[in-house]
């Protein structure tokens, strides 16, 4: 399997090949933009009340969000971003400002919950 950095820079191999090379960081997210909502399309279809047309192309979710995933590898490219630093920085994150956020299934809670001093 690839890691995410492989992927950087097969993408950017693919990108290089090119005279224009990376689009501006604006174009690249309207592009991201517009693949999403090709995903959102998609999740319609396959889970929501939406039927698609007959004469609309077969897609999947899963390419919808590989595309949305390349698009936004293009984008990081772009901007210099190691999106393996990048995700374990957000992951911590996550783990310390949301770890009580939801009910969770080892029962545990805020410990700051129950004390009233912290609010």
Do not use: W
């Not at 690249?28 to 396959?46: D, K, P």
Request: glycine share 4%; with cysteine.
């Amino acid at each position: 399997m690839k890691t995410i950095n492989e992927m950087q820079q097969e993408v950017d191999q693919y990108i290089q090949q090119f005279k224009t090379g990376y689009f501006s960081p604006l174009a690249q997210m309207a592009r991201i933009t517009e693949e999403v909502g090709e995903l959102a399309r998609e999740v319609n279809h396959s889970y929501g009340e939406k039927q698609k047309k007959k004469e609309e192309p077969e897609n999947s979710v899963e390419q919808e969000l590989a595309d949305v995933f390349i698009t936004l590898i293009m984008l990081a490219n772009s901007l210099e971003i190691d999106l393996t630093e990048a995700f374990n920085q957000s992951m911590q994150k996550f783990q310390v400002r949301d770890r009580y956020r939801f009910e969770r299934r080892d029962g545990k809670t805020d410990p700051k919950e129950g004390d009233s001093s912290c609010k």
